[in-house]
Each structure stands twice: as structure tokens, then as C-alpha cells.
């Protein structure tokens, strides 16, 4: 059993920069796969940045944050963290740290029904 817990949303001017923290409980969470996931009002939570196995580890990132947001998974502390430079509004949404035991290959990396873990969520507000 997993339990992530998102921290470091907040308001934040376009352009401007956050970093966000999921810390993870449990044992063996070094071997889970990780990703993040946002949520806009009215819409469907869309994958964001996660890791991918397909016989090594790669990060796949999402067309609309591609070179914008980093991935970066620290397995002493146990914490997956994104960072975010030249946000836009266009990213408010709340945030979420997604895990599963299972790794998941690049293809279906996106796919929201696949991950078993999910944190409470994190808000982020881009103001224009």
C-alpha cells in the first residue's frame, strides 16, 4: 500500500515558475511507476509527465508541457517532483501524483485507469 501526499501549489503569474513535491509512504515504493496528471474544471484529468518501462526507464511528456516541465523521482527521500518553468494559464488545474506496482510501457503511459495510487491533489493558478 501507497500513499502520496502532492505539496507546493499555489498562484503564480504566466511565466513564472513552481515546483511541485509528491512524497510517497509505503515500502517498496522505489519499484512503482510514477506520473502526474492535472485536472482543469469541466475537463477530464489528462496526463501531464511519468515514467515509462520498456526495457529501461524513460520519461514520456505530454505534447502541451513539453519542454516546459520536468519529472524527477528521488528514491532515498521517496519523492517524485515536477517542475514547471513558463507556466501559462492555459495549466491552472489541479495537480495529482499518480503510482502503480506495475511498470508501464510508453505506449499506455497516459492512460489514467492503469494507476492504482492517487494523492489528494494540488492546485495550481496561472494568472494572466
Known amino acids: 500500500q501507497v500513499q502520496l501526499v502532492e505539496s507546493g501549489g499555489g498562484l503564480v503569474q504566466a511565466g513564472g515558475s513552481l515546483r511541485l513535491s509528491c512524497a510517497a509512504s509505503g515500502r517498496s515504493f522505489n519499484s512503482y511507476t510514477v506520473a502526474w496528471f492535472r485536472q482543469a474544471p469541466g475537463k477530464e484529468r489528462e496526463f501531464v509527465v511519468g515514467?515509462?518501462?520498456?526495457?529501461?526507464?524513460?520519461?514520456k511528456t505530454a505534447d502541451s508541457v513539453k519542454g516546459r516541465f520536468t519529472i524527477s523521482k528521488n528514491n532515498t527521500n521517496r519523492t517524485v517532483d515536477l517542475q514547471m518553468d513558463s507556466l501559462k494559464p492555459e495549466d491552472t488545474a489541479v495537480y495529482y501524483c499518480?503510482?502503480?506496482?506495475?511498470?508501464?510501457?510508453?505506449?499506455?503511459?497516459?492512460?489514467?485507469?492503469?494507476?492504482?495510487?492517487w494523492g489528494q491533489g494540488t492546485q495550481v493558478t496561472v494568472s494572466s
Open positions: 499518480a503510482a502503480t506496482r506495475s511498470p508501464i510501457s510508453p505506449r499506455v503511459v497516459a492512460n489514467v485507469k492503469l494507476y492504482n495510487y
Open positions: 515514467f515509462a518501462w520498456y526495457g529501461e526507464t524513460s520519461i
